[in-house]
């Protein structure tokens, strides 16, 4: 399928620590890379995501003394799942996946750096007021509809095409090339955010 000028491709989070064997492994995560370099030549705009947190970011359990992995807690911006420690800035885990083609990409943006602010999301941080500039630059190239495609499915995906939805833009998420973490029902209420914000769910 061909996509007309005004249509880009978001690839959100292709990388070693989100891909089985990583610190935050996604089952199935390295499945998409093949489906994403296929789509990816299809589309004129292709913007290419990257989580990118500094040692001892606010999202990682390890920065909670008496928390694990995985628990809530509240942040000075609401609610947080804490993580494992993942994508540390300059890390093999921060990697894109080897057999991910990253040549093809525009833009990468890197976002999750602030170190007391989460970033699911390729618009807005967590405290969902913090921009991270990819509205401009979208806008600037004349998209008006957006792709999604990555990792993973219930976090960055979903928070994207959400955020994404919110601003305008008509909004696609790829699910076969796509993978969850889900989280205690997490995937099945991202689906149900994305469609009722009106987004459209392809296979
Ligand atoms: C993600 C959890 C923490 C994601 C990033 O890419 O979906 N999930 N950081
Ligand atoms: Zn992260």
């Known amino acids: ?15 070693n620590d989100f891909c089985p064997g990583g610190a935050l492994a996604v089952p199935g ?11 990816v030549r299809n589309f004129p705009v292709r913007v290419f995501t990257q989580d990118w947190h500094p040692a001892g970011h606010g999202s990682f359990a390890s920065a909670h003394p008496g928390h694990a ?3 809530m807690v509240e942040m000075a911006y609401g609610p947080q799942v804490l993580w494992p420690d993942h994508c540390v800035q300059g890390t093999d885990g921060a990697d894109f996946h080897e057999d ?6 525009d833009m990468i943006l890197r976002k999750g ?19 991270t500039g990819l509205e401009g630059y979208l806008r600037n190239r004349g998209v008006t509809h957006v792709t999604l495609a990555g ?3 219930d976090f960055c995906v979903a928070w994207s ?5 919110r601003l305008g833009f008509g909004v696609t998420v790829r699910l076969s090339a796509c993978r969850a973490i889900d989280l205690e029902g997490s995937l099945d209420a991202a689906l149900a955010d994305l469609r009722a914000a ?3 769910l392809e296979p």
């Open 1 to 15: 399928m061909d996509h007309a000028g005004d249509e880009a491709i978001l690839v959100i989070d292709v990388q």
């Open 29 to 39: 995560g390295d499945e998409v890379v093949p489906r994403i370099n296929r789509m």
């Open 69 to 71: 992995p995985f628990d």
């Open 100 to 105: 991910l083609h990253v040549e093809p990409a």
């Open 113 to 131: 750096f602030r170190p007391e602010i989460d970033s699911y999301s390729a618009f807005f941080e967590n405290d969902q007021t913090t921009p």
């Open 151 to 153: 990792l993973a499915t």
């Open 161 to 165: 095409a959400l955020d994404a939805a």
């Open 198 to 200: 009106g987004v459209e």
